[in-house]
């Protein structure tokens, strides 16, 4: 058992011994390596060689990285674990006694009696050797052999790696294209290099993209030590001198692009690389079907129209676009301030519909995943709105009865009429009576009316307005109505009522006095006439002509009577309209009459009734 303790403490100090010589290893292979890769890297940068050398210079770099670390790092790691030839306890003993000189014999007598141990010796011999071996077992336990491996002296190692360490970084701070140039032809050492340009082309114009048919200005600017001052420009196998712009910044201009080009820059033989310019397909409208259709109460026909957008359309006329497209995705509309989204019906079709109330512009909006909305297609919709209904009338007054009126005109619309109507509303009220009259037909139309309220009973001085109005068919704001001024009937006061009988009395009355003087005048002529027939028993052509002219004068007379009995009799029915007659009033009307009646006497009559024979004897 204590054998076994002082194995057990050699073995220690053996992992110990590896695990030492790994961590010694590893910083001195970092070291070598970061000072190889150094050099191998620096030479190249500025040998820049060919395949060959490029080859034999990774491989050797590769076979030195692996060789540092397969005998610096890789074997302690495995003799660490014991795997291969590990050193023996003896060698363990003597690396020991070199730390601890005090037990060096000591440590190596133990192990040298232990192995004797283990030969075929007599019993009696092997107890004595294991007693002393225990005894300097017992000696050594004290000791701990780990302590002759100090860890931390590797840190003076660590100085010689963190220097070219250190050198590296700065090298990728401050020139990084040094190392990464170096190392990536160095890596792809069977790829041919050429020699860099002096300066490098950067394209500002990006991205490389313009619509079919339009300019594109491509401008590229040279980076580098040195600036070239002409810059060519190649294109299938043509070559175009580019525009030198300020400074560093060179263009040309691609003039109505219709296909993908590829093309690259030239200056001083150093090319670019080959760039494309995609020519982008613009999207359009193709083609365009619009339908409008009014609204019934109209009467207008449906109207079609192919590839022309402006329109003029009654108001509420219901519109719809088909557009077939090209090169387009999607199609948006713009209608005054609303955004409308056409339906995809299929493919490059698509539909939409707008109810048109105002005047607005409209768009048509084709747009690609390419180049989004590039143009857009301008039209208008002009709208007619529903004018008003128009009514001209003329009215008149019977001129019998106050109480009857007469109303002739016309009406006129746009599209047509709904109702017409005649209203009376009494001064003072809001409300109105309407009469429902015969609706207008087609658009114009000729309306007479007769008001006749001789059955509404209006005391002297009431007052009622009335009007005429005519409502138009309009279906989508509603019937609109015009109406005619308003007019006004007053019923005549008490005191107009006997002004009007006055002044007509006095005309009657001297139209009477007129017809009686003409009434006598008549009659002497008569008598005058039938004496001087009597004496001359025949009548000559001159008594003919005078017997003509008496007949005339007669029937004259008859006639201005009979009118003054008319206007007479219109008076009074006028004055009675609106408020009775007292007995007074009535009775002097009957002396009227009366006066009337006896301007044609009997006598007069009868003279006029011979003389009427006697004419017709004579004919």
Known sequence: MIYNSLIEKLDAFIRKYYRNQALRGSIVAAGIVTVGFLILTGIEFLGRFGVLTRTLLFWGFALLVAGVLLVMVILPLLRLFRLGRVISHEDASRIVGDHFPEVRDKLLNTLQLSDQINDDSPSGNNDLLIASVDQKISELSPIAFTKAIDLSENLVYLKYALGPIIVL?????????????????????????????????????????????????????????????TVFLEEGGNRYRMEHLVGDMFRYTFTSLRLNTDFKCSANGWDSPVYTLLALPIPLVKEFTLVADPPGYTG????????????????????????????????????????????????????????????????????????????????????????????????????????????????????????????????????????????????????????????????????????MEVWDNDGVNGAKSTKTSTGVFSAPTKQDLLAERDESDDEIASNIEDAVERAEELR????????????????????????????????????????????????????????????????????????????????????????????????
């Open 169 to 229: 970084i700065a090298i990728l701070i401050w020139r990084p294209l040094v190392v990464s140039e170096s190392t990536d032809r160095l890596i792809n050492h069977r790829t041919s290099f050429e020699t860099p340009a002096p300066f490098r082309y950067e394209v500002v114009s990006m991205p490389l993209k313009a619509p079919k048919g339009e300019r594109f200005n491509f401008i590229v600017k040279i980076v580098g030590s040195s600036i070239p001052s």
């Open 524 to 619: 002497r002529e008569m008598e005058s006439f039938k004496e001087r027939l009597r004496e001359e028993r025949e009548m000559d052509w001159q008594d003919k002509k005078a017997l003509e002219e008496l007949l005339e004068k007669q029937e004259e007379l008859k006639n201005e009577l009979d009118e003054v009995k008319k206007a007479n009799q219109i008076k009074n029915e006028r004055l009675n309209e609106f408020s009775p007659q007292n007995e007074r009033i009535l009775e002097k009307q009957e002396e009227l009459q009366k006066i009337m009646n006896d301007v044609m006497s009997d006598e007069l009559r009868e003279l006029y009734e011979k003389m009427q024979e006697l004419m017709e004897d004579m004919l």
């Open 300 to 467: 207008l026909e449906q109207i079609t129209q192919y590839n022309n957008g402006d329109i003029m359309v009654a108001e509420g006329t219901s519109i719809n676009w088909e557009c077939r497209v090209k090169d387009a995705d999607r199609l948006r509309m713009r209608i005054g301030d609303s955004l409308v989204t056409p339906i995809n019906i299929t493919g490059n079709v698509f539909s939409a519909s707008w109810r048109s109330i105002n005047t607005l512009p409209y768009w048509f909006i084709p747009e690609n995943e390419d180049l989004g909305a590039v143009d857009s297609m301008r039209y208008s919709i002009r709208v007619i709105a529903d004018r008003r209904p128009i009514i001209k009338i003329e009215e008149s007054e019977d001129s019998i009865s106050r109480k009857i009126k007469y109303f002739s005109g016309s009406v006129s619309d746009d599209y047509g009429f709904s109702k017409l109507a005649f209203a009376v509303r009494e001064v003072g009220k809001k409300s109105a009576d309407y009469t429902i009259l015969d609706r207008p037909r087609g658009k114009n139309d000729n309306i007479f009316f007769v008001w006749d309220f001789q059955d509404r009973e209006l005391i002297a001085g009431e007052t009622i307005e009335y009007w």
